[in-house]
């Protein structure tokens, strides 16, 4: 199943049994339904190479996680490592759900284009401004605990509207009890 | 390395170390910075690459545990429930944090006042106010003016508010029908270009390193105006001890090269700027004849109080598809709703909720933050009916100080230069435990009043402590405090402290703003009181 392998090559620490059973271990994670395909067809070779040239720290999880001592049957291995191995466990599932959502026709199907650039339009007004969700905020009133007073803070002349609060403010913003903090 | 000493000579390159030094090079001072961690450059982050995933949970992770590089040092955490968080580099931890900016409320600086417990702070939001607004001037904070939960501002955000997304609109119009708080989200991240710096592109992997420069690093912002000024940033240098003369005045510090390489760089002042893990640390690692309990440490609190937010998750899951692996992370909208006391809730203090975008495909397919790990054919209808189709609500409980939850130094591990690693011991509070719970029922409600169809909660999340905090408070009482109201030593006169070990209480909010504004007003009075410091002869 391994090809070409160097010994630069991250996947050199897998023998053919390993990857074997690193194939049977990712259709039992991630099987073939809903119109998604199986990680044992995904997570390749290349795939595979991609996921330990980018965190070579994973292949000495792996390779313990896919020992032959642990058995052939996937379920049983699967609680074991579970129960007593969780961090060569961890390297496993990362391997593979890294291998399967790092490949084109996967992200394609679940419609995920990776983490894009989109541009912020700063000088566009919110749309929670334009529907009033910030007005019922304003019309509430203050939320703070006035220290001075112990209670909710009550600040005269406070704008009750968005458009009110930028059609200017008192001088110097002082309201309320809020000066001396009590102090 | 140095003979001549400096004038300041700071330990640290992160958030509050920065502030300082830019303060300091404005007014002339001769200012040196040792910084264990490297420059990294915005090409270097993997947040524009296929396997940024991977790298968010290894090179780029946030806790140095998970690194283990070179330039961090472990943080023994075996006993204590959260895991601290932190980034070893030119920028520290702003390099990895979210970048929210919310400011500490009135009522966190008196706490024993208001409500009977803990301490007051030595000075007020009021007191702090004007730092606040030259700290976001300086940061480059965007956000919408009049959040009525903080007192009226005379200064706006120097930048508009960033998007709140499909997700944030469904909760905002969930609040406005319940009547509850909600405001967009300040986050020091840019909404339009400033200060020669790229805005924001909504890539959301603002925790691996923001390759735009669009969220606030203090590599960006302040070091190279720092820098042009003639400061000196000493990279890869470790600071193993803090020296002190007879007079028990701090001369300088040992550092460490990448090679093993011991050095001494005398200064007049030695401000610290680490965290509340490395600061007390540090000054544990100075222990003398003079100072057998660790410098500075006459209280007997260096290193107690250790304060980290606990945090819980509240997940809702939508129909609709939210987008929402995009969006800064930073948060997106904030709710203050139950942050102040009300004695019925049957604890004090409250909690800040934000809500933030949930991740890409590779998160979501893996064992969720909740536990749940979902394989064999329904693996796909969970990651379709997650990925882009979360809300997540943060909540950041108030932790009360506790001499119990301290730092000590291991006896048994070191980081790469063979200094010993700090052990963090630390439990949750029966107080912050209800108010977790009280809060997580409330954002269940949020979310469901959103129209979320699913909620999944992590109750208390192990790899959540970004917000180091108390563990070298300030106060009057130098039997009661390490730190006096400017961050001095009240045991080193020429010996401060800027980072988030002095905060008193922990407020319930993201800290960065208020550490910040902090350090700048410590540095204005160094400035003023300069002719009146003692220094080393």
Redesign the interface.
């Known amino acids: 199943m391994t090809t070409d392998t160097t010994s630069d090559d991250p996947l050199a620490a897998l023998d053919g049994t390993a990857r074997a059973t690193l194939a049977a271990i990712a259709d039992h994670l991630i099987p073939a339904a809903h119109g998604m395909p199986s990680a044992a067809d995904i997570v390749t070779d290349g795939r595979l190479r991609f996921v330990l040239g980018a965190r070579p720290d994973l292949a000495e999880g792996l390779v313990a996680a896919l020992r032959p001592g642990l058995g052939v049957d996937v379920a049983s291995r699967l609680a074991t490592l579970q129960r007593d191995e969780p961090a060569n466990l961890g390297a496993l599932q990362l391997a593979i759900v890294a291998g399967y959502y790092t490949d084109k026709r996967v992200r394609e199907l679940i419609g995920y284009p990776g983490q894009e650039a989109i541009e912020v339009k700063s000088w566009l007004l919110p749309e929670y401004i334009e529907e009033g969700l910030i007005d019922k905020v304003l019309e509430r009133g203050a939320v703070w605990r006035d220290p001075a007073t112990g209670d909710r803070a009550v600040v005269e002349g406070l704008p009750q509207t968005y458009a009110e609060r930028f059609a200017g403010m008192p001088d110097d913003s002082q309201g309320g009890h809020d000066g001396p903090d009590g102090a | 390395m140095a003979t001549d000493p400096a004038d300041v000579l700071i330990v640290g390159a992160g958030a509050s170390g920065a502030v300082v030094a830019k303060r300091l090079a404005e007014a002339g001072f001769s200012v040196v910075c040792l910084e264990q961690g490297e420059w990294h450059a915005k090409e270097d982050y993997p947040?524009?690459r296929?396997?940024?995933?991977?790298?968010a949970?290894?090179a780029w992770a946030t806790s140095p545990n998970i690194r283990e590089l070179p330039q961090d040092y472990p943080v023994v955490a075996d006993d204590s429930p959260v895991e601290p968080l932190m980034f070893n580099a030119v920028g520290g931890s702003t390099i990895i944090f979210a970048g929210a900016w919310p400011r500490a409320?009135?009522?966190d600086?008196?706490v024993r006042?208001?409500d009977g417990i803990a301490d007051d702070w030595p000075l007020?939001?009021?007191?702090l106010l004007p730092y606040f607004y030259r700290t976001d001037r300086d940061f480059g904070v965007?956000g919408?003016?009049?959040d009525?939960?903080?007192?009226?501002?005379?200064e706006d955000a120097p930048?508009?508010?960033?998007?709140?997304g499909a997700a944030?609109?469904k909760v905002?119009?969930a609040h406005?029908r319940l009547?509850w708080?909600?405001?967009?989200e300040f986050n020091s991240i840019l909404?339009?270009p400033y200060d020669g710096r790229r805005?924001?592109?909504?890539?959301?992997?603002c925790q691996s390193g923001c390759n735009e420069g669009a969220k606030a690093s203090t590599d960006q912002t302040h070091w190279p105006k720092a820098m042009a000024l003639g400061t000196r940033l000493v990279t890869g240098a470790r600071v193993r001890r803090i020296e002190t003369n007879e007079a028990g005045l701090a001369t300088g510090a040992t550092w460490i090269d990448r090679e093993g390489g011991e050095h001494f760089e005398p200064a007049r002042v030695v401000v610290l700027a680490g965290n509340a893990i490395g600061t007390p640390r540090l000054l544990l690692l100075s222990a003398s004849s003079r100072f057998p309990d660790g410098l500075a440490n006459s209280s007997g609190l260096v290193g107690k109080r250790l304060m980290m937010h606990p945090f819980a998750n509240v997940a809702g899951l939508f129909e609709d598809?939210l987008l929402s692996?995009?969006g800064q992370f930073g948060d997106l909208i904030e709710s203050?709703?139950f942050?102040?006391?009300d004695e019925k809730r049957g604890f004090v203090r409250g909690a800040r909720w934000g809500l933030a975008p949930t991740g890409?495909?590779?998160n979501t397919?893996?064992?969720s933050r909740a536990g749940e790990q979902i394989?064999?054919?329904?693996?796909?209808?969970h990651?379709?009916t997650h990925?882009?189709h979360g809300a997540n609500w943060g909540l950041f409980a108030e932790d009360l100080p506790d001499e119990a939850n301290h730092i000590t130094l291991s006896k048994t591990v070191t980081d790469s230069s063979g200094v010993p690693a700090p052990e963090v011991h630390y439990s949750m509070a029966d107080n912050a435990r209800r108010m977790l719970d009280f809060h997580i029922e409330r954002a269940t409600e949020s979310l469901q009043e959103a129209g979320a169809y699913k909620i999944e909660v992590d109750r208390l999340m192990r790899y959540s402590g970004w917000h180091l905090l108390g563990t070298t408070r300030m106060g009057d009482d130098p039997a009661t405090s390490v730190l006096d109201r400017w961050n001095r030593a009240h045991d080193v006169p020429n010996l401060y402290v800027v980072d988030g070990s002095c905060f008193v209480t922990s407020t319930g909010v993201n800290p960065t703003s208020t550490i910040v504004a902090i350090a700048l007003r410590a540095t204005d009075h160094m400035i003023e009181s300069r002719f009146n410091q003692q220094v080393p002869a």
């Open positions: 947040g524009t296929l396997d940024w995933e991977l790298q949970r290894k409320l009135p009522s600086f008196r006042s208001l007020t939001y009021h007191e965007s919408l003016p009049g009525p939960a903080y007192p009226p501002d005379s930048l508009p508010p960033l998007p709140i944030g609109m905002a119009r406005t009547g708080h909600w405001w967009p909404s339009a805005p924001c592109v909504q890539r959301s992997t598809p692996w995009q203050l709703e942050y102040e006391t890409g495909p590779i397919a893996l064992p394989w064999g054919p329904d693996h796909h209808l990651v379709k990925l882009g």
